[in-house]
């Protein structure tokens, strides 16, 4: 498996687990697509899960970004995005109740869904949702990331690469094979300097 598989396999394997009680899987891939230049658009939530593989494969064979430099972000980002309901629950009820007295006070209606939000975030069923949800995540790319995992991937990956390689020092010339890349490197930015 590769690395995108094995976090999409995640990402399926933590909607099971939480069953979207939390988070839905949709609203977790939507909000991940978005953040690496995804155009899901909110009519299509339904498909967010295979249009950010799709934007994860685009960015990697397209766009040439390492696959695991890639899907380690996304991990580290989706890790700090379901922490953060609860690390920053204290300032979005702050925020949110400022809120709900400038509606009062302008004698604006105050919307429902910012009531809702506001009992929601100052409930300790919700809070216990969020670590679950949180832990749950850790627990399972603790096991399909693991160290032993991230070997098996990362050979997989130079197994591939090796192929490019070897295309690469097939093109040099005799005197260039024995050269490291960085000196090649050196000598193509001073053949351009004028």
């Not at 295979?50 to 494969?57: A, K």
């Not at 009531?115 to 832990?135: F, I, N, P, Q």
Request: contains cysteine.
């Amino acid at each position: 498996m590769s690395w995108t598989k094995t976090f999409i396999e995640s990402l399926k394997e933590w909607d099971g687990c939480t069953q979207g009680k939390h988070l839905t899987l949709n609203d977790l891939a939507f909000y991940l697509g978005l953040t690496i230049g995804g155009k899901t658009k909110i009519e299509n939530i339904d498909k967010a899960l295979e249009n950010l593989e799709g934007r994860i494969l685009y960015l990697v064979t397209k766009e040439s970004i390492i696959e695991k430099f890639l899907i380690e972000s996304l991990i580290s980002y989706t890790t700090e995005y379901l922490a953060s309901f609860n690390n920053n629950r204290g300032y979005s009820i702050i925020r949110d109740k400022d809120l709900v007295n400038h509606f009062e006070q302008e004698g604006i209606p105050v919307p429902e869904s910012l009531s809702k939000g506001v009992e929601r975030l100052e409930s300790l069923s919700d809070v216990l949702t969020s670590e679950y949800s949180l832990a749950e995540w850790e627990r399972i790319i603790a096991t399909n990331f693991s160290r032993v995992n991230r070997r098996l991937l990362f050979d997989k990956d130079f197994k591939k690469s090796f192929k490019a390689h070897q295309k690469f020092y097939e093109s040099l010339s005799e005197e260039d094979k024995n050269k490291t890349v960085r000196e090649l490197l050196r000598e193509k930015r001073e053949s351009k300097l004028p």
